[in-house]
């Protein structure tokens, strides 16, 4: 797209072709009222507030085009009367209730109405009855709603639920005198609202995964959380910037924090919120923002007996749920005492790693999370997108609502939620085990044929065979028929019956035996049958092109040889690769840390199994400072390196004390941001110079990027073949958390506590024979595990989910090499 | 969003130190001191202004605590929360706006979603040891809920003296005997408002 300039109110400005014009404007700091309008969702135009004389002409702001030369203004005598009467529309029946209203004071119909200079009210119209509604997390007051419809949009564009939707008013029609009386865009926009409110999709409750972006986008206190209503008002709380501690997309975000109550002067977070113009939250973000590790203050003898632990292990374990400062700290405790420090998922990632770029001559992937968000095709292998990471699936289903995009999901797992993305996506729901086929079929259709290794290409070819393949087609035929009229003779007035022949082109449908090319990796892989067809459709007019690799293929029986394919697709496709690190902060880990494998003889944990255990969720021998009392970074799946805050202090000891004693010395924990290893991409900045923000551009300011660095790749790339006896059947359990969890800190936050349980698709849980809430034992290879039923709505298929947000099922030890195993079930 | 509080880590101990001069020690300077400081002139002026005022024999002084000046309904001092009239419920609807204008910062509430679904004041405090009775609380008030009393006697054990709910909300039996006196101070509706405000159409 081309560069052009346009003046608004006489300042130039530059943008590119085709850019909505009041994006420009915010770009460069210019002022246009807008309520309905949502950046990167598309135009509702429910509001009509951001009217500006473009060359001449009224347009709307939010989706009228700039062209080169453009001139606009953004407030002509007109504009402002229209502006007026469009608050003063809203302002009527709206409740005078501002005193209680949770959204007083950052309420953006309070903004503009005194922005517009509201001081009396013209209009007046019957109220009907509104009823507010409970929708569990979420509360809704139509009372309040001003049907700006940011919650539908968001819903739809962003989130891909399209749980909301707008429902009848009931409300009486306007008086037709006020069309000639008042402003013609005023009284448009009264016309919509006064006909509608808000609504599930689904009748009365509302059936969606619980986000809560419709909350943080609503302008008004109509959609709030339920748990925080009327608790405080917006002023008295003070926002802490913060990194999402729960998975690896780290998103920005605030945490609310006031004093406890009246008695207890203990601060305490009550609510989360977010940059909605520029980053999404999931549920579990939003609502998991309480598992903060209270303790007393410093316990001296624990932390006695956890230097002497340290004194005398061989071995830390740790999870993945640590910042970048924490690891440098365990690799330097290494380096000095030599002790063997153990992370299998992290350790499995650092050789996934490896191998992808031996191949793709990368040390690391090469896209983002924003790159999903700008590309019009989007591929998606081995992630159960809504649980492993949700902003990859709200960047997925932007792409494909956004830019016209197209899709492919390939996953084991029935997936509804993702398939109801649009119609140009095709979910092919593979066997486990055939993740590798995926990624030859990828390599297959857009790999640059002239560069793959040669050997490569030749096993390839091995997949295409002419076949037959019967096909309906729809074709005109031409039909003679004998029609009998009966004609009246003019001149006499008799009746006679004439016989004539008449032609006709009749659509017919014929079965039809064609000669095509067949692709033996879409039969492997079970894809559904017009796949070809389909695929030219959405493929015509595609230019950025992204993949998303998951969970299921680093951790894999065959990882190394997907990690090959994937650094091919890396190098030889225009594919922007994104790999979804399992954890928050496994790549972090990755590179920090030199993993070993085998554990010694005395093990430290550190939220992980150990002989000694250090725990930030209060479970271990000694307690550590949760994610939200701690200030570091995280590097997530941007290859991003971002900072986190201290929302709640922290009595207790921390990492740094522990390391201080042993004579691994620092002040603060911080003072490690500037020594992460260079060689790994990492960057000398010290903690406090991190940026943390985000420009009206849009403009993700946070932390540093790592420097994706070039290493020398393997000249002959050898690459295992599709093995079709490494397909599962049978009965299969799958590793994954529903949504809403992730970790033992999750299950912990008291909106969204709960129990784990064995997730399955309503159709298994009728199969199985089961009710829900029944208690039944799972068999695993490497061990069983007792958990109740729960049918999940948002999976679908015979795969059932064994979750690992619990630490107490040790997801981990039986789900050590796949993320797949064979099991039985059995009602106990 | 500015980042700078969260680079200053040592908030409890960031206090900057006045040089004074060291205290002295031999038991000849300590009494040189005393001597300094309490044989100064202005302390004979201070006195002569007492003897000449007590042999004039015309004392203008109200003998408190015998008599008491009647004080202005504007008088502001300790704070009264308010019922309505006719159901007795509190006035306070828990909007804040004291806590948010209170310039010394002495004013908190803990508010709720009730079962009614409406926000509930489950708390309410002033610390007086902090209050200025400056008068912005009442006069922001849109419920003439809080309003400035008459009682300024207000002598205590302790500085800080906590006024919660309970002491300060008029009781529900003096609400019956008429007592609630409406409040003429700051923040209550002036005798024009009527024709002061403009009035909002309705289609009923």
Redesign the interface.
């Known amino acids: 797209m081309s560069d052009i300039t346009i003046k608004i109110d006489g300042k130039e400005c530059k943008a590119k072709e085709g850019e909505y014009i009041l994006n420009i404007a915010r770009a460069n700091g210019i002022f246009i009222p807008a309520i309905c309008y949502l950046t990167r969702c598309s135009p509702t135009l429910a509001c009509r507030i951001c009217l500006v004389e473009a060359d001449g002409k009224q347009v709307y702001a939010c989706n009228a085009k700039a062209k080169d030369g453009m001139e606009i203004t953004t407030l002509t005598e007109n504009i402002a009367a229209e502006r007026r009467a469009i608050m003063e529309v809203y302002d009527v029946n709206h409740p005078l209730q ?3 209203c949770d959204q ?1 004071g950052e309420c953006e119909l309070q903004n503009y109405t005194l922005e517009m200079g509201v ?9 009907v009855q509104r009823e ?1 509604k409970d929708w569990g997390l979420i509360h809704y007051d139509p009372g309040l709603c001003i049907v700006c419809e940011r919650c539908v949009t968001v819903c739809k564009d962003m989130i891909g639920d399209a749980a909301l939707k707008t429902v009848p008013r009931g409300g009486e029609a306007l008086d037709k005198e006020l069309k000639n009386s008042m402003p013609k865009d005023a009284y448009a926009m009264w016309n919509k609202l006064n006909k509608s409110l808000i609504g599930p999709t689904t009748g009365e409750t509302l059936e969606c995964t619980d986000c809560g972006e419709c909350i943080a986008v609503c302008p008004v206190g109509a959609l709030v959380s ?1 748990d925080f ?5 917006a ?2 709380l003070t ?1 802490i ?1 913060a990194a999402c501690a729960h998975c690896s997309a780290a998103c920005h975000l605030y945490y609310d924090v006031k ?1 406890t ?3 207890n002067p203990e601060p305490k977070i009550y609510r989360v919120k977010n940059e909605w113009n520029y980053v999404s939250l999931c549920g579990a973000g939003r609502f998991g923002y309480d598992f903060e590790n209270r303790v007393e203050g410093k316990d001296e003898a624990a932390f006695e007996r956890a230097v002497e632990a340290f004194k005398k292990a061989d071995t830390i374990r740790f999870s993945s749920t640590i910042t970048n400062e924490e690891a440098m700290i365990l690799q330097r405790l290494k380096e000095k005492y030599g002790y063997r420090l153990l992370n299998d998922e992290a350790k499995r990632f650092q050789k996934f790693l490896k191998e992808f770029s031996a191949v793709s001559g990368q040390a690391l992937w090469s896209g983002e999370l924003g790159d999903i968000h700008r590309s019009d095709f989007v591929v998606s292998v081995g992630s159960q997108l809504k649980s492993d990471n949700p902003r990859a699936r709200f960047a997925f289903n932007n792409a494909i609502k956004m830019n016209k995009g197209a899709g492919l999901y390939f996953h084991p797992v029935k997936d509804p939620v993702v398939e109801g993305f649009g119609k140009n996506l095709i979910a092919v729901n593979h066997k486990p085990g055939l993740e590798e086929a995926a990624l030859y079929l990828i390599l297959d259709l857009f790999g640059d044929k002239k560069t793959l290794p040669k050997d490569v290409v030749k096993y390839l070819n091995t997949f295409h065979k002419k076949g037959k393949k019967t096909v309906e087609e729809t074709i005109k035929e031409k039909v003679v028929e004998k029609v009998t009229k009966k004609v009246k003779d003019e001149e006499t007035g008799e009746e006679k019956e004439v016989t004539e022949e008449v032609t006709k082109m009749v659509p017919k449908k014929v079965k039809k035996e064609i000669e095509v090319e067949l692709n033996g990796l879409l039969d492997i892989l079970g894809a559904p049958e017009d796949f070809d067809d389909r695929m030219v459709k959405m493929l015509a007019k595609k230019e950025k092109f992204s993949i998303i690799l998951g969970e299921d293929l680093i951790n894999h029986p065959k990882a190394e040889n997907l990690a090959k394919l994937a650094g091919l697709i890396e190098r030889h496709t225009n594919f922007k690769v994104v790999v979804l690190p399992p954890k928050t902060n496994t790549l972090g880990v990755s590179l920090i840390c030199d993993l070993d494998d085998e554990a010694g003889q005395y093990v430290v944990g550190y939220n992980a199994e150990g002989d000694f255990v250090l725990s930030a969720s209060g479970k271990g021998d000694l307690d550590m400072p949760a994610i939200n009392q701690q ?1 570091g970074t995280f590097t997530n799946v941007d290859k991003r390196v971002v900072p986190t ?2 929302a709640l202090p922290y009595k207790g000891y921390l990492l740094n004390d522990i390391a201080n004693s042993l004579g691994v010395e620092a002040r ?1 924990t911080v003072d490690y941001t500037a020594a992460l290893p260079e060689e790994k991409g990492f960057k000398a900045l010290k903690f ?1 110079d991190l ?3 985000y420009t009206n551009r849009g403009e993700e300011i946070r932390g540093y990027h790592l420097e994706n660095r070039e290493v020398p790749a393997d000249k002959k790339v050898k690459v295992g073949k599709i093995d079709k006896k490494e397909a599962m059947e049978g009965e299969i359990a799958y590793r994954c958390n529903p949504v809403l969890q992730f970790n033992e800190f999750t299950q912990k936050a008291h909106e969204i506590a709960t129990d784990a349980k064995l997730y399955v698709s309503s159709e298994k849980l009728e199969k199985l024979g089961l009710n829900e809430g029944d208690t039944v034992r799972v068999k695993l290879p490497a061990g069983s595990v007792e958990l109740a039923v729960a049918s999940d709505k948002f999976i679908g298929g015979d795969i059932v989910m064994v979750p690992d947000f619990d630490p107490s099922i040790g997801a981990d030890r039986l789900f050590s090499v796949n993320r797949y195993q064979n099991v039985t079930i059995e009602k106990v | ?1 500015s ?1 700078e509080q ?2 200053d ?1 040592n908030v409890a101990q960031n206090y900057t130190f006045i040089p004074v001069d060291e205290p002295p020690v031999e038991p000849l300077d300590k009494f040189k001191q005393v001597v300094k400081r309490t044989f100064k002139g202005e302390l004979f002026v201070g006195l002569w202004v007492v003897f000449r005022e007590m042999v004039r024999f015309n004392i203008h002084t109200v003998k408190y605590p015998m008599e008491k000046l009647p004080i202005s309904p504007r008088y502001r001092a300790v704070h009264k929360l308010y019922r309505l009239l006719e159901s007795g419920n509190e006035r306070c ?5 004291c ?2 204008i209170c310039i010394a910062n002495c004013i ?6 009730d079962e009614n ?4 004041v489950t ?1 309410y ?1 002033i610390n007086l040891g902090r209050c200025i009775f400056c008068g912005y609380c009442a006069e922001v008030c ?2 003439l809920a809080i309003v400035h009393g008459q009682r300024y006697e207000n002598a205590s054990e302790q500085r800080a003296h906590f006024v919660l709910r309970d002491d300060i909300l008029t009781p529900l039996d003096f609400l019956k005997e008429g007592k609630q006196e409406e409040f003429d101070g700051f923040g209550a509706v002036s005798p024009n408002a009527d024709e002061r405000i ?1 009035k ?5």
């Open positions: 501002c005193g209680v007083s001081d009396a009210q013209h209009y007046a119209i019957k109220d507010s339920s209503q009327y608790t405080s008002n002023w008295e926002s910037p004093h109550s009246i008695d200030e805050y201290v603060l406090d940026p943390n923000h | 969003m980042l969260f680079k880590r609807i828990g909007c804040g706006l806590e948010k908190r509430m803990d508010t709720r979603y679904q409406r926000k509930e708390e405090t849109p419920e403009k909002t159409p309705t289609a009923y």
